[in-house]
């Protein structure tokens, strides 16, 4: 890439990372990769994008795959992405197995980071297919701070 990026992506499914595939053929710097949010192997990068995404890895493996994307983030690293809120209507459904968040939980899952930008809807809408449902979601741009200003929490 022009500005001397690599990037990384993956999906669960494979027609969409064929859609890439045959839009960014000619493009070395964009790895794809078949995999879960459980599965992908995090390496080291300076910004994660997750948006309209990041909710659907299971509540259970939640913690663990947050701390691998966040160990992947260097100081001065930025998180990009959109987590749900609790009152979304996908929370509820049988259909979806999603992770959901009060506003405190984002505030915690954010200590150490400088938040950029943070956005909360909680509203009736409809999703990319057009089907109604109650969005409530967390949208957050936030840069991590470093270790050694004791930004970072440790366990």
Same mark, same amino acid.
């Given at each position: $890439? *022009?500005? /001397? ?11 969409? =990372?064929?859609? +890439?595939? !045959? ?14 949010? $459980? *599965?992908? /192997? ?11 995404? =990041?909710?659907? +890895?299971? !509540? ?96």
């Amino acid at each position: $890439m *022009e500005q /001397g990026f690599d990037v990384q992506g993956f999906d669960i499914r494979e027609e969409p =990372l064929d859609v +890439c595939r !045959q839009r960014f053929s000619d493009c070395p710097w964009l790895t794809l990769t078949q995999a879960d949010f $459980m *599965e992908f /192997g995090y390496s080291p990068v300076s910004l994660i994008v997750a948006n309209s995404s =990041l909710f659907f +890895c299971p !509540q259970p493996a939640f913690p663990d795959v947050w701390q691998r994307m966040i160990d992947a983030l260097p100081a001065g690293g930025i998180f990009s992405g959109d987590l749900l809120g609790v009152n979304d209507s996908w929370v509820s459904s049988p259909d979806h197995d999603v992770s959901a968040f009060t506003a405190a939980d984002v505030d915690a899952l954010f200590t150490g980071f400088e938040i950029i930008y943070r956005h909360e809807r909680d509203e009736p809408g409809q999703t990319a297919l057009g089907r109604s449902k109650h969005w409530h979601m967390h949208t957050v741009i936030a840069r991590k701070g470093a270790a050694d200003q004791g930004l970072i929490r440790t366990r």
